[in-house]
Every structure is written in C-alpha cells, then in structure tokens.
Antibody, heavy 115, light 110 residues
Framework: EVQLVESGGGLVQPGGSLRLSCAASGITFSSYWMHWVRQAPGKGLVWVSRINTDGSSTSYADSVKGRFTISRDNAKNTLYLQMNSLRAEDTAVYYC????????WGQGTLVTVSS | QLVLTQSPSASASLGASVKLTCTLSSRHSSYAIAWHQQQPEKGPRYLMK???????SKGDGIPDRFSGSSSGAERYLTISSLQSEDEADYYCQTWDTDVVFGGGTKLTVL
C-alpha cells in the first residue's frame, strides 16, 4: 500500500521558518518526481514546488521562490520542504504528492503563520 | 500560458448522472489531465487521468461509476448513479514544466 505521510506543520510567527517532511512507503521513492501542493483555508489547490528523482532539478511557484527549498533523501524515502521568511499568506495545509499526475497524496500538514 | 478552466459549481440529484468539464487553453488542447476529488474536510484523492483521445486510467479503488472522456480542448468527468458521498470538490490538473490546477468545481448532490 502506498503511503505518503507529512509532518512538521505548526504555528509559526511571521518571518519564521519550518521544515516539512513527507515520508513515503510502498513505492520505489527514488523513481518518482515529487511535488508539494498547498491549500489555504477555504481555497483551491495550488502547486508549490517539485523535485526530480535525484534532486538535481527543482522548480517553485513564484509566490515562494527564494523563500522555500525542496529537497529529498532517497535513502530515507523522505521529501522535505524548508520554508523560510514565512508570511501570513503561507498559511495552508501542505500536501506532498507523487509524480506529475499527483497519483498519490498525503493527508496534509497544517502550517499557520500568525503572531 | 497553460490554463485550466472549470465551472465553480454543479448540482445533480441522488441517483442521477453529472458531467463535469475542464477546458484546456487552446494552445494546449492535446494535453492529458488528471481529476482529483476532495471530500469535505479531507485531503485530495486521485481519480483518473484523461488523455486527449478520451482514454482514461483510474486510480486504485475508484468505482466504475466514475469515467472520463475528451472532446477537443475539453476533458470530462462523468459520475453516474450519484451517491451522497460524491458531494465534493473536483479539481482538474495538468502539467508541462510545472503543475497547473483548475479552480475546482463544487458538486452538490440534491
């Protein structure tokens, strides 16, 4: 059974940092591109970032470029999202998802940016 | 620019059928898309990928009531024999260098 489990969310003050993790099981993690997608309260899904299989290629939405960094550890079957200089508008549930068609999703982790 | 357009809302009666539409920007009319379902207070779930020729491949455990089709730049999700648990938000999604989402359609089952 494929499982993606996010963790690391929480309450953080504006300007602060958080690192999200996404632990994968039931898949050959190193074979798949991975994505982060977020959803602000009451809003739609928004793509955040993606990374290729070996971590050598990454891409970001304009809204997070220069503040967020995606990475992966294939030995640990884990995807990461380092979030710096957080803003109120980054408040959202963050999901990881597998491959370009987002064929599997995690359950999400809530990030709240507030003073 | 790669854009997906969805109607914000749709409704249909319990036991009836409904067809949701996702329209690709005209220059990208050959692209495949994926449909995702998000039930209230839950995370998204992949339903199926729909290709430009109308063929589709469903995710694990997706009932036969869900099917996909295509016409030109439009991609469709048809749900037959509507059940109460089908009331959800439905998002279409595609990709080229990055992932793109439609705005989502909120389906109400009457």
């Amino acid at each position: 059974e494929v499982q993606l489990v996010e963790s690391g969310g929480g309450l953080v003050q504006p300007g602060g940092s958080l690192r999200l993790s996404c632990a994968a099981s039931g898949i050959t993690f190193s074979s798949y591109w991975m994505h982060w997608v977020r959803q602000a309260p009451g809003k739609g899904l928004v793509w955040v970032s993606r990374i290729n299989t070996d971590g050598s290629s990454t891409s970001y939405a304009d809204s997070v470029k220069g503040r967020f960094t995606i990475s992966r550890d294939n030995a640990k079957n884990t995807l990461y999202l380092q979030m710096n200089s957080l803003r109120a508008e980054d408040t959202a549930v963050y999901y990881c998802a597998r491959d370009w068609g987002l064929y599997y999703w995690g359950q999400g982790t809530l990030v709240t940016v507030s003073s | 620019q790669l854009v997906l357009t969805q109607s914000p809302s749709a409704s249909a009666s319990l036991g009836a059928s409904v067809k949701l539409t996702c329209t690709l920007s005209s220059r990208h009319s050959s692209y495949a898309i994926a449909w995702h379902q998000q039930q209230p207070e839950k995370g998204p779930r992949y339903l199926m990928k729909v290709n430009s020729d109308g063929s589709h491949s469903k995710g694990d455990g997706i009932p036969d009531r869900f099917s996909g089709s295509s016409s030109g730049a439009e991609r469709y999700l048809t749900i037959s024999s509507l059940q109460s648990e089908d009331e959800a938000d439905y998002y279409c999604q595609t990709w080229d260098t990055d992932v793109v989402f439609g705005g989502g359609t909120k389906l109400t089952v009457l």
